[in-house]
């Protein structure tokens, strides 16, 4: 994949070397790794996918990584989603929506001490 950035095409790896300098283009400047909610599910019975995203992204489009699911309708364990990989992404930078941040925190509380 290639972005054509002021007639300049660049490959991923060098877009990630751009977006980690401060000259960076200001457009790219603004991209941010979000982790939230994807829906999925029918009509009257949602049921949610946490997932890694660029910000822009719709809400329901394109992710990096699912990391896992929450389902609403479900009283206790409606919660699965890989800590590790959670940990690994916000150390890279990803920020979690203000619904997922509870949903992790919950998560933790719920895994067993090891």
Do not use: C
């Not at 991209?31 to 890694?52: C, D, E, H």
């Not at 995203?53 to 699912?66: A, C, L």
């Amino acid at each position: 994949m290639t972005v054509e950035i002021s007639s300049v095409s660049l490959s991923g790896a060098e877009r990630r070397q751009t977006l980690a300098r401060s000259d960076a283009p200001d457009d790219l400047k603004d991209t941010m790794v979000v982790i939230r909610l994807a829906r999925a599910g029918t009509k009257k019975k949602p049921f949610y996918r946490v997932v890694v995203t660029d910000q822009r992204n719709p809400r329901d489009g394109r992710f990096i990584e699912q990391l896992g699911t929450f389902d609403p309708r479900k009283d206790a364990n409606g919660i699965a989603i890989q800590l590790p990989r959670v940990d690994h992404w916000v150390g890279h930078g990803a920020q979690p929506s203000e619904t997922v941040g509870h949903l992790i925190a919950k998560a933790r509380a719920a895994a067993p001490k090891v």
